[in-house]
Every structure is written in structure tokens, then in C-alpha cells.
């Protein structure tokens, strides 16, 4: 996996991949677009994973690498977020393929990150 493409992009699929646990043990990443989080704090209600800070506003992710058992609870935290007009900053990627889980608003898997 490279860090990003020609034009210094970075990839999101690659964020933290250096240091991760092993893709058997924790399969999906979260990868949070932070400066756009709206602290409404949903994702706090529907997962134990995402507290929501109320000093700041924002919701911030426990951990970024989950297993199996972990991922309903986060993808409905991805589903459930407003932001960005409720296509939501809270992603899940299945770290196997690549592909997004949720909220996956192109329907295809396409990782919808925008930074």
C-alpha cells in the first residue's frame, strides 16, 4: 500500500496501517474526518466506541482498528451521523479490501473521505 498518489493525496486506506494490529485480529478500520464532526453526538448513543466530548463539541473514536464483534455498533455510528449533510464522517473500511462499509453513500465501496 503506498501513502498516496501523484498528486500527493493521501489514500485514506493507508492511515495508520504502519502501527495496526494485524488485519486477522482487528479486519475494519474507523477513519474520522474530525474537522468536519458537528457534535451531535449520535454516533455516542448508538456505540460504546465514540464518546463525545462536551468541551469541544467533537466525537472522537476509542480505537480506529475493531474486529468483528465491534463492527455493527460502528457502522451504525456511521449511519447515523448528520454531518456533511447526513452523508456522515464516520467510515468504516473492511482493511481486507479497501472498500467502504458504511456509510458508503456512492453504494460501490468507494471510500468517501473528504479532506
Known amino acids: 500500500m503506498s501513502?498516496?498518489?501523484?498528486?500527493?493525496?493521501?489514500d485514506p486506506t493507508t492511515i495508520g496501517e504502519r502501527d495496526a494490529p494485524p488485519i486477522d485480529e482487528k479486519p475494519y478500520k474507523v477513519i474520522f474526518e474530525a474537522n468536519k464532526c458537528i457534535g451531535a453526538g449520535k454516533c455516542a448513543q448508538v456505540a460504546d466506541n465514540w464518546d463525545l466530548n462536551l468541551e469541544t463539541g467533537i466525537?472522537?473514536?476509542?480505537?480506529?482498528?475493531?474486529?468483528?464483534?465491534?463492527?455493527?455498533?460502528?457502522?451504525?455510528?456511521?449511519?447515523?451521523?448528520?454531518?456533511?449533510?447526513?452523508?456522515?464522517?464516520?467510515?468504516?473500511i473492511d482493511r481486507r479490501t479497501g472498500e467502504e462499509i458504511a456509510p458508503d453513500p456512492h453504494g460501490d465501496g468507494t471510500v468517501?473521505?473528504?479532506?
Not at 480506529?64 to 464483534?69: G, V
Not at 468517501?112 to 479532506?115: A, F, R, Y
Request: with cysteine.
Open 59 to 92: 466525537a472522537r473514536p476509542k480505537q480506529y482498528f475493531i474486529d468483528e464483534d465491534e463492527r455493527a455498533q460502528n457502522v451504525r455510528a456511521a449511519e447515523v451521523c448528520p454531518a456533511k449533510k447526513d452523508r456522515g464522517v464516520i467510515h468504516v
Open 3 to 10: 501513502d498516496g498518489d501523484k498528486e500527493g493525496t493521501i
Open 112 to 115: 468517501s473521505v473528504e479532506w
